[in-house]
């Protein structure tokens, strides 16, 4: 029903940037976008989230301030802009779909990519 492919990881040093970009296709109407990341060893972590519309977004505290959601529905992509970025950032990130935020939010949405390596140099 829905595809999503991630792109746009790699290896900066900190306090670089970079942007992540989100690439959906099929059935996307009504859809809320979420990106996670996880670290080896550690639990899958929110980063932001974004609806259908892109009005409402949502941000974890510990990237609040220095990430940006944003979503292009002409080319069916939502965007994770990442500044003042540190090593603790250094993740596989991946982004979601699903109809409800709630399932979002609980990292139980219904649609997966695939993961993108970002790597944050001291």
């Known amino acids: 029903q829905v595809q999503l492919v991630e792109s746009g990881g790699g290896l900066v040093q900190a306090g670089g940037s970079l942007r992540l970009s989100c690439a959906a296709s099929?059935?996307?109407?009504?859809?809320?976008v979420g990106w996670f990341r996880q670290a080896p060893g550690k639990e899958r972590e929110f980063v932001a989230a974004?609806?259908?519309?892109?009005?409402?977004?949502y941000y974890a505290d510990s990237v609040q301030g220095r990430f940006t959601i944003s979503r292009d529905n002409g080319k069916n992509t939502v965007y994770l802009q990442m500044n003042s970025l540190k090593p603790e950032d250094t993740a596989v990130y991946r982004c979601?779909?699903?109809?409800?935020?709630?399932?979002?939010?609980?990292?139980?949405?219904?649609?997966w990519g695939q993961g993108t390596q970002v790597t944050v140099s001291s």
């Open positions: 974004i609806s259908g519309s892109g009005g409402n977004t």
């Open positions: 979601a779909a699903d109809r409800a935020y709630s399932s979002i939010r609980r990292a139980a949405a219904d649609y």
């Open positions: 099929g059935r996307t109407f009504s859809n809320y």
